[in-house]
């Protein structure tokens, strides 16, 4: 958790998408912990970091709903600088970040969240 004001300072030099937040969660993953597929042969080096993170995060998501916290997802950052930053061991892989906040009364989604692409063109049935 990205609370302190050293800390965000810390973050804050390395991505503009904090946005400000009073509190950022930083997601990562273990490579020495992490579950590594022996019988993945198409993608090199295959670990289950990435979708950990995803899972974990979007829970996190929404259990702040609950507690009517908003966040935002956001990857645009460089995993090893923000490890070296913040002092993280060299195992560890920042996976995203969850810049969290109370909603101002009158905020709304940007209109692209109301876009919907069609279910065609994401589902295939074989
Ligand atoms: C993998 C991923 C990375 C993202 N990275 C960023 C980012 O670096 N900065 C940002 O402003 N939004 C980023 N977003 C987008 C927002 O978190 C969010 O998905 C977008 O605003 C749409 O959300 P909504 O449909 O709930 O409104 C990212 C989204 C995803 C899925």
Not at 63 to 73: K, M, P, R, S, V
Request: hydrophobic content about 40%; some cysteine.
């Amino acid at each position: 958790m990205i609370k302190s004001p050293e800390a965000r300072g810390k973050l804050e030099k390395l991505t503009p998408y904090t946005y400000g937040a009073p509190v950022v969660l930083l997601v990562c993953y273990d490579m020495n912990t992490v579950w590594k597929n022996p019988r993945e042969h198409l993608l090199k080096d295959y670990n289950s970091g990435e979708q950990d993170a995803a899972i974990a995060a979007v829970n996190m998501m929404y259990a702040a709903e609950e507690l009517g916290i908003h966040t935002l997802w956001a990857r645009g950052f460089d995993a090893r600088e923000v490890r070296m930053e913040l002092g993280l061991p060299e195992s560890v892989v920042p996976a995203l970040i969850l810049d969290m906040g109370y909603p101002v009364p009158d905020s709304r989604p940007h209109p692209i969240h109301f876009r919907r692409m069609p279910v065609e063109d994401m589902v295939t049935e074989l």
